[in-house]
Structures are given as structure tokens and as C-alpha cells.
């Protein structure tokens, strides 16, 4: 549920628009891991329809696995990202600034173990940018608003 408060009840800085609780950071961390390891998989099977079923069986111990560096790399620069973000009042540049903040951290860490190749833009870019978009997106309505003026 998005809330939009007063002024006077709003704890964070005047100018602060939109602002993510804890709450709202471990649905979006959620989403954005589930999505980051769907995706592969999705590509995999695809591309391999007999291993279908192998390659989807893999999905639950990836999301658990994979929690560490999504919680290592992600979860700080989504922090981060989200910090700049508060005076935009506008959710749709936020899940814009996420994706590609996604395909970016994405892309540097595939390069760094892979090289350039159109693996890391499969594996490493393309499910980053999805999963940060779409985790982003999840979190629209957790958010907190506020549509009053700046006071400073």
C-alpha cells in the first residue's frame, strides 16, 4: 500500500519524495533474485527443450545459493540507487534507472568472469536488468510519499 503523509508525520528529509521501507526492500530483493535465475533458465530450456524440466529443477537451490552475492552486489547498489532516486516522484524513472543500473552491474560482473561474449549478455546482463527492473516494479505500491511542497 502506498501512502502519501503530511508533512508533519514525514521522517525522512523534506525534499524526499518516494522512500522504500524495509518492508518493501526484501519483497523487491526477493523478486529481483527469483527473477535473475528465472530468466537463465527460461533461456536454457528454450534453447534445449528436453532439459526443460532438468534445467527448472535447479531454480530453488540457484535462488537460495544465489541470495549471497545478490545480497553482496545488489542489495548495496540498489540502496544507493535508491538514495538518488528519493526526490523523483515519478516510480516509472526509478524501475528505468534500475533496469539499466541492472544491465550495468550485470554486465560488469559477467565481463569480469566471462569476457565479452553473448553469454554474459544472456546470463549475467540480460537477467540483472530484468530482475532489478521487475523486483523495482514489485515495490511500487510498498512505497511511501510524499506530494506535499518542499518545505526547504
Known amino acids: ?8 508525520f514525514w521522517p525522512y528529509d523534506a525534499r524526499d519524495r518516494v522512500v522504500l521501507g524495509w518492508k518493501g526492500l526484501v519483497v523487491g530483493v526477493l523478486v529481483a533474485d527469483v527473477v535473475f535465475f528465472l530468466v537463465p533458465r527460461v533461456i536454457s530450456a528454450s534453447q534445449n527443450p528436453q532439459y ?10 540457484l535462488i537460495v545459493v544465489g541470495a549471497l552475492p545478490i545480497g553482496l552486489v545488489g542489495v548495496p547498489t540498489a540502496m544507493q540507487l535508491g538514495k538518488v532516486l528519493r526526490g523523483i516522484r515519478n516510480q516509472w524513472i526509478h ?35 530484468l530482475g532489478s527492473g521487475i523486483g523495482r516494479l ?9 506530494d506535499h511542497p518542499s518545505l526547504t
Do not use: D
Not at 138 to 146: E, F, P, Q, T
Open 1 to 8: 500500500m502506498s501512502s502519501t503523509n503530511h508533512p508533519s
Open 52 to 61: 526443460a524440466e532438468y534445467q527448472l529443477s535447479f531454480l530453488p537451490i
Open 95 to 129: 524501475v528505468a534507472a534500475f533496469i539499466a543500473a541492472g544491465a550495468l552491474v550485470g554486465t560488469l560482473v559477467g565481463v569480469t568472469f566471462t569476457g565479452w561474449t553473448t553469454h554474459t549478455l544472456a546470463y549475467m546482463s540480460l537477467p540483472a536488468a
Open 138 to 146: 514489485a515495490v511500487w505500491k510498498l512505497v511511501h510519499i510524499n
